[in-house]
């Protein structure tokens, strides 16, 4: 493929220059948009900070090591390979810590240190996609706040966790249809970059 073929994809583009390796300024930015996501999966398989922390530095390190075998061309999704290192990278934590007693006692709950038997394939890609979801949302949602005023996110972010407009409208004097207009203009700018983000990472 050609990075200068405009119909060629920003994150397939993105991979390709992580894979050559000795692009710093590609991996930093392919660190900025994973590293959060695969800390985020460790810590949803009941793995501790500390060590949901060390199992994201080591998920890098394979990604780093492995990304020049990775074709995309061949694979429907990057993000699929990506849930198979890390689910492969905490299991193998996982199975080192079970072979510690003073680890199991410390930790009170053997269930954590037996991943690997307790959860299926299936079952942290369906872990990993719903938290991907939310991710996704929250990262687009980060991207588009500088373009609103502080009231208008206040007012998008109250309404999205349950508050209702005529509630809401008679608690902050402002008209309902007002609202209206305010939600509307910041849903149409995030699904765009709900959208962008997906095309990108996903």
Not at 44 to 57: F, K, S, V
Not at 70 to 95: G, I
């Amino acid at each position: 493929m050609n990075d200068e073929n405009p119909n060629y994809m920003t994150r397939a583009t993105l991979l390709e220059r992580v894979r050559l390796q000795h692009d710093e300024k590609s991996w930093e930015e392919f660190v900025f948009y994973y590293r959060h996501f695969i800390y985020i999966i460790a810590r949803r398989l009941n793995i501790r900070h500390h060590d949901a922390e060390e199992i994201t530095q080591s998920v890098l390190l394979k990604l780093w090591n492995k990304l020049p075998e990775f074709d995309y061309d061949k694979t429907s999704r990057f993000r699929s390979w990506l849930y198979l290192v890390t689910k492969n990278t905490v299991r193998d934590f996982c199975r080192k810590q079970s072979r510690s007693a003073e680890i199991q006692e410390q930790a009170g709950n053997t269930e954590t240190w037996d991943l690997g038997s307790q959860i299926t394939e299936h079952q942290i890609e369906e872990i990993a996609e719903n938290e991907w979801e939310n991710y996704i949302f929250n990262m687009a949602l980060t991207n588009i706040t500088p373009h609103f005023s502080e009231k208008i996110i206040e007012i998008f972010k109250r309404l999205a966790t349950g508050a209702l407009p005529k509630q809401l409208s008679e608690e902050i004097d402002v008209p309902a249809n007002t609202i209206a207009v305010y939600k509307k203009r910041v849903m149409t700018r995030l699904k765009d970059e709900v959208s962008r983000l997906k095309h990108e990472l996903s």
